[in-house]
C-alpha cells in the first residue's frame, strides 16, 4: 500500500521568506510524486511533479520540490513567499504516474502573512 | 496543461432525490477519470475510478448503487448520487489525465 504524510496542518510564514512544506511518502517500487495546490471551493491545480532524473524539480509559480530517496521525502519550497501563495498544499504519490490511482496528503495549509 | 471541467459548480437538493455531475475533459481523451469526495478540511478521498466504456472500479467502502458513475465517452464522465441524503453534501471532484492528473474545479452538493 502506498502513503502520504503531511505532517504540518498549518505553516506560517511571513512574506518574503523562504517556505518549505513537508512530504513524506511510502510506497513499494519507484514513487512518482506531485504536488497539488487548492485554493477554497476550488478544484486542485498542478504544481509539479516528480518521475525520475535530476532530485530538484522545478514548478509552476516558482515553486520547486526536492526528491530524497533515503529520506523517503519530497518537501516542497519556495524562495520567496507571497500572500498569494496562502492556500491548502497536497502532495501525491503514485506508482505509474497517474495511470494509478494517486494517494493524496491530509494537505498542509500555508498562509503567508504580510 | 489540460482542462477538465465540472458541472454543476454547486447543487442543492431535497433529500431522497438524485444528483447528477458532470466531468469532462475539455482537450483531451481519457479512458480513466477519478471521482474523489472532500470533507471539509480533508484530504480527497478518492471514491472510484471510472473507466471508458466498462464498469467503475469503486474503493472499498463506496455504496456502487448509491454513487453510480458512467463514462459513455472518451470526454465525458458521470456521478450519479441516488436517493440523496445530508451525510451525503460535500465537495465532489473529479480528474483525469495519463502522467499526471488534472483536477476539475468541483461541485459542492448541499442535500436538504
Known amino acids: 500500500a502506498q502513503s502520504v504524510a503531511q505532517p504540518e496542518d498549518q505553516v506560517n510564514v511571513a512574506e518574503g521568506n523562504p517556505l518549505t512544506v513537508k512530504c513524506t511518502y511510502s510506497?513499494?517500487?519507484?514513487?512518482?510524486l506531485f504536488w497539488y495546490v487548492q485554493y477554497p471551493n476550488r478544484g486542485l491545480q498542478f504544481l509539479l511533479k516528480?518521475?525520475?532524473?535530476?532530485?530538484l524539480v522545478k514548478g509552476s509559480y516558482g515553486f520547486e520540490a526536492e526528491f530524497n530517496k533515503s529520506q523517503t521525502s519530497f518537501h516542497l519550497k519556495k524562495p520567496s513567499a507571497l500572500v498569494s501563495d496562502s492556500a491548502l498544499y497536497f502532495c501525491?504519490?503514485?506508482?505509474?504516474?497517474?495511470?494509478?490511482?494517486?494517494?493524496f496528503g491530509t494537505g498542509t495549509k500555508l498562509q503567508v502573512i504580510p | 496543461g489540460a482542462v477538465v471541467s465540472q458541472h454543476p459548480s454547486r447543487v442543492i437538493c431535497k433529500s431522497g432525490t438524485s444528483v447528477k455531475i458532470e466531468c469532462r475533459s475539455l482537450?483531451?481523451?481519457?479512458?480513466?477519470m477519478f471521482w474523489y469526495r472532500q470533507f471539509p478540511k480533508k484530504s480527497l478521498m478518492l471514491m472510484a475510478t471510472?473507466?471508458?466504456?466498462?464498469?467503475?472500479?469503486?474503493e472499498q467502502g463506496v455504496e456502487k448503487d448509491k454513487f453510480l458513475i458512467n463514462h459513455a465517452s472518451l470526454t465525458l464522465s458521470t456521478l450519479t448520487v441516488t436517493s440523496a441524503h445530508p451525510e451525503d453534501s460535500s465537495f465532489y471532484i473529479c480528474?483525469?489525465?495519463?502522467?499526471?492528473?488534472?483536477f476539475g474545479p468541483g461541485t459542492r452538493l448541499l442535500v436538504l
Open positions: 471510472s473507466n471508458e466504456g466498462s464498469k467503475a472500479t469503486y
Open positions: 510506497v513499494s517500487g519507484n514513487p512518482y
Open positions: 501525491a504519490v503514485s506508482t505509474l504516474g497517474g495511470y494509478q490511482k494517486v494517494t
Open positions: 480528474s483525469a489525465g495519463g502522467g499526471t492528473q488534472y
Open positions: 482537450d483531451f481523451q481519457a479512458t480513466t
Open positions: 516528480y518521475i525520475t532524473g535530476d532530485n
